[in-house]
């Protein structure tokens, strides 16, 4: 299906071909961005096995896939569908799936939470990257999952009480002042998901005010927004601790300079990771800006690679003195 009134601004596409290898690679990342992605959901394990909800959906006459063996949670509904049924199933409204992106799935796979961990999700709602944590904990260790608007906060909530999930803590906090806090009170966290707010390029397939609010003032005001979200969060790793900062944007800025910014002032180093799909390496230059060589273990997700969205996962550990 194609987007009408597709217009992106001149700079935006200078930047993407200062980005990608060469012409025929920009051509097919524009030529992408002008269609509808594919729909995706995750089964939800505390309520249900990936089998049984793939034998119910079948009996609905939908076509659905698992497209990764070693993530059977992971279904395509390659089905054409109503507009709104995916969300409108009784399957669906037990919270039997979580109606999400599959390029959203792997700040998750990357961070590989585990039962008995403590984990901090700073940028919780709506609830996507929170839901799947759970699961995958099969609710056993905790999770707080912050998130600063009220709004946003009431989605998250009923997402959690939708998927059963009943080892996560909801808090409403700033998340640099909520980091500050637990740095007072002395507590710590054996992983911390950081999926910060961005521009969001990496959505402009569905979502045309992508294109319409993008500027480059934009990306150097998250930036800085970023770089202190990731900075607080940091010091808040036990011993061996892990971090994930993610995002749905390619802009260099949100994503390498930031991590940049804090290998520069902390002992951190980005670390190898394994997504399922077809990712490129971090970049290690950018405009005047150079990083740390270790950012070619940072995976940039292009929707024209694998016809999913756009996403930027990292993982940072501190550096072994």
């Known amino acids: 299906m194609k987007i009408k009134n597709y217009d992106p601004k001149p700079k935006f596409v200078e930047r993407i071909n200062d980005l990608l290898e060469n012409e025929e690679d920009v051509s097919k990342f524009f030529d992408v961005a002008k269609t509808q992605p594919r729909k995706s959901i995750r089964c939800n394990t505390l309520k249900i096995s990936p089998e049984e909800l793939i034998n119910r959906l079948k009996e609905k006459g939908w076509n659905v896939e ?29 919270g039997y799936y979580y109606v999400q992106e599959i390029t959203s799935m792997m700040p998750v ?13 700073l940028c919780a709602a709506p609830g996507s990257k929170t839901t799947q944590m759970a699961s995958i904990m099969n609710n056993i260790g905790s999770i707080i999952a912050n998130d600063v608007s009220i709004g946003r906060i009431r989605i998250l909530v009923s997402n959690l009480e939708k998927c059963g999930v009943t080892n996560t803590i909801v808090v409403r906090h700033n998340a640099v002042e909520l980091c500050e806090k ?40 998250l930036s800085r927004k970023q770089k202190k979200i ?28 930031v991590i940049q910014s804090l290998i520069d002032k902390n002992n951190f180093e980005a670390v190898p990771i394994y997504l399922p799909l077809k990712t490129r ?21 292009y929707h024209h690679d694998n016809d999913m969205e756009g996403f930027f996962v990292c993982k940072l550990k501190k550096k072994n003195l």
Not at 110 to 120: D, F, K, T
Not at 281 to 297: A, F, H, Q, R, T
């Open 109 to 121: 796979i990357a961070l590989n939470p585990r039962s008995n961990e403590n984990i901090l999700d």
């Open 281 to 301: 390496p971090g970049i290690l230059e950018w405009k005047k800006e150079k990083y740390d060589k270790s950012l070619v273990n940072a995976k940039r997700i």
């Open 66 to 94: 698992q497209p990764f063996s070693n993530f059977p949670e992971i279904i395509i509904v390659k089905s054409e569908l109503n507009p709104g049924e995916i969300g409108k199933t009784k399957e669906h409204i037990l």
């Open 182 to 221: 637990f740095k007072k009170l002395k507590i710590k966290f054996d992983k911390i998901l950081v999926d910060a707010p961005c521009s969001g390029e990496g959505n402009l397939r569905c979502s045309k005010r992508t294109l319409l609010e993008w500027s480059e003032g934009l990306l150097n005001s």
């Open 230 to 257: 990731l900075s607080s969060a940091a010091e808040l790793l036990k011993e061996n601790g892990e971090i994930i900062y993610s995002t749905c944007t390619y802009a260099p800025e949100e994503n390498e300079s």
